[in-house]
Each structure stands twice: as C-alpha cells, then as structure tokens.
C-alpha cells in the first residue's frame, strides 16, 4: 500500500515560493493500476519521484508498505527502491556503457540475487529481446531501448511500479507494446502499476484514475463497467 498524507511540495524560484503539489492525499492498495494524468506542469512526475524517495515533500508524509519514506536514511531509501520499487523513465536512462543484457543484470547483481544472469536472459525473453542483449543502448531503437528499462525495473521483481510517460516517447505502435507488456507483467505478477501518461485511452484502462491540475488532486475515481468492475472510462471534472 502507497500513501500520501497531505503532501505538499514547494520548491524556490527566484524570490518567490512555487508549490508545486498542494495538499495531496491518497492511498493506493497492493496490486492497483492507477493512471496519473492531468496537464504538462501539474506535479505528476514530482508526484512519482516522492513516492520513490527521490525527493522529499514539503510537508505531509508517505508511506510505502508501511513504512515512512519521508523519514528514512538515503542508505534505507535506496534498499527500498532495489527491493521494492521499479522505476520507468520516460527518457529510458540506461547505462550507455553496459549491453541491454548488463542493464538488466547489474541491479540484481548489486542486489546478489542468486542465478542473476539466468533471469535477466528470461526477462530479455520477456520482452521479446533475447537476440538484442549484447547490444549498447546506442544500437537500439527507443522502443527496444524502454522494453530493456522495463525488464530492468522487473529485475528485482518489485511490488510497486512507477511508470513516468514510458510511451510518451514512441510511436503509437510501440507504445502500445509497451504498455501492454506494463499491463501483461502488471496481472501476471499482481504489481501495484502507477502510470503517468497524456493518453486518454491508455488511462481509461486503468481501475482508478487521479487526475492533477496545478499540483492539486481534482478527480480520483475508480472505473466502473457494468459485468466489468474496474474497467471503464473515467470521467474527468
Ligand atoms: N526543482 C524545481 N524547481 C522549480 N520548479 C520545479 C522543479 N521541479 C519541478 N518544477 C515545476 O513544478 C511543476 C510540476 O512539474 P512536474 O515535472 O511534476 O510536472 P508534470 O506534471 O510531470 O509535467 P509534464 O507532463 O510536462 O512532464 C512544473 O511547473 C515545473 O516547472
Ligand atoms: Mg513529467
């Protein structure tokens, strides 16, 4: 479970404080897929790194299975990211100087799963790449390159997801591979998927939908489908 209690996160520009989130509370139970949207500037990759402890709110707390992450050490903060959170990127941020196969590797490596190098051959299978792992990030293609960042933040099996725009970057027919390969990983291993994304269709498949506008929460609803709970498109103030 994710929660945010009254996070607020203001940042200096020049003279004058900007606030940037404003007060925004939520919870997210295990294994949801919650789509984040709302306009360019409205907080959501600020949002998303919170949660990740990349950055510290303002005021307010959040917690993750529990646990404080506004309080914890950079040493307890990084042990939770490696053990429990997966983390996308829009712009992928892979090692340049490792192959996709070393990409995948090195955080279960760092991590001293046992049998690292078997499972990061099966995740390349899982995103239909086995025959791209020894290529460097440079000779792949921006879709090859998001389905290696997906596997990478598959690597340590997390049970939280965050996916900042992951498709924002790619034509609509590798985006729409990757998100379903998000979404198949999401059910096959009952992930919680928190999604940034512009595209109203691809948030329409998500079971909830919180939609931000100048750093505050102005819509967050479960999808509802007659016969289909959870399923259906969201509407937005
Ligand atoms: N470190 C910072 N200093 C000053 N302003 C910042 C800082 N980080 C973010 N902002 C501002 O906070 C607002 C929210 O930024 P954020 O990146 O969270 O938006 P976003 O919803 O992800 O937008 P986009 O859809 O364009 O990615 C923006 O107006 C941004 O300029
Ligand atoms: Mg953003």
Redesign the pocket.
Known sequence: MISLQNVT?T???GTED?T??DDVSAEIPDGQFVALT????????????LIAGLDSPSEGMIFVDGENVTEMSEDDLAELRSKKIGFIF?SFHLIPSLTAFENILIPMEIRGVRDAAERAHELLEDVDLVNRGHHYPTELSGGEQQRVAIARAFANEPSILLA??PTGNLDSKNGKHIFDLMTGLHSKRDVTLVL?T?DPQLAAQAERQIV?RD?RVISDEMAVREGKPGLQVVQEI
């Open positions: 996160k940042v200096r520009s900007l940037i989130l709302g306009a360019s500037g409205s907080g959501k990759s600020t949002l998303l790194g829009q900042d725009e940034v512009h931000l750093g």
